[in-house]
């Protein structure tokens, strides 16, 4: 367990639907980052958060929103889900926004659009 | 970032020395060298960082040559365990990098044989 929690594991839904997939950082990390892995584009990242504040995008479509609440939770809204967007979704953590020594990931979300 | 070429993938034998090789031949005086690995179905796990000297951890060692073009992950004395895709990645923390999180390539697929 590497002290980072995702919700749910898997989640299967229809093209056109939302969903929100939600993170713990492990206890102390004030700096949540969410990626994507396909098995095309392999291990993209999508955007960071510290400490409540956005702080750098990556790859993220416009359909795609996250937020990071006072508890310091994160969940990652996706909308108007399209075949492609079929995908492992990890949410990694770290104290410093910068963290040399690296981020601890979650085990991710299996998203699958049908 | 400056890129890195990594072979796709290697075997190895259980509780023998695994040597990873990765070139960055466009390396910059200020990117770190970072390994991280995903074992199958799940998240992907910092390994070890290095800027020039040689590092070693737990986990591994890193072996970083003298122009720092390249540089070598060693696994002492691999396991079963240790079959993942191992990634390295560089990373430049000045200027405000760093924050963008990482970008993971298509890294080394690890197989050990029994």
């Known amino acids: 367990d590497s002290g980072v929690t995702q919700t749910p594991k898997h989640l299967i839904t229809a093209t056109g639907q939302r969903v929100t997939l939600r993170c713990s950082p492990r206890s102390g990390d004030l700096s949540v980052y969410w990626y994507q892995q396909s098995l095309d584009q392999g291990l993209q990242f999508l955007i960071q958060y510290y400490n409540g504040e956005e702080r750098a995008k990556g790859n993220i479509l416009e359909r795609f929103s996250a937020q990071q609440f006072p508890d310091l939770h994160s969940e990652l809204n996706l909308s108007s889900l399209e075949l492609g967007d079929s995908a492992l979704y990890f949410c990694a953590s770290s104290v410093a926004p910068t963290p040399r020594d690296g981020y601890t990931f979650g085990s991710g979300t299996r998203l699958t659009v049908v | 970032d400056a890129k890195t070429t990594q072979p796709n993938s290697m075997e190895s034998n259980e509780e023998e020395p695994v040597h990873l090789p990765c070139n960055h031949s466009?390396?910059?005086?200020?990117?770190?060298i970072h390994w991280y690995r995903q074992l199958p179905s799940q998240g992907p796990e910092y390994v070890i960082h290095g800027l020039t000297s040689n590092v070693n951890n737990r986990m591994a060692s890193l072996a970083i040559a003298e122009d720092r073009k390249s540089s070598t992950l060693i696994l002492h004395r691999a396991t079963l365990r240790d079959a993942a895709v191992y990634y390295c990645?560089?990373?430049?923390?000045?200027?405000?990098?760093?924050?963008?999180?990482?970008?993971f390539g298509k890294g080394t697929h690890l197989i050990i044989q029994p």
């Open positions: 466009t390396i910059s005086g200020t990117d770190y």
């Open positions: 990645i560089l990373r430049d923390y000045q200027s405000g990098g760093g924050a963008d999180g990482l970008t």
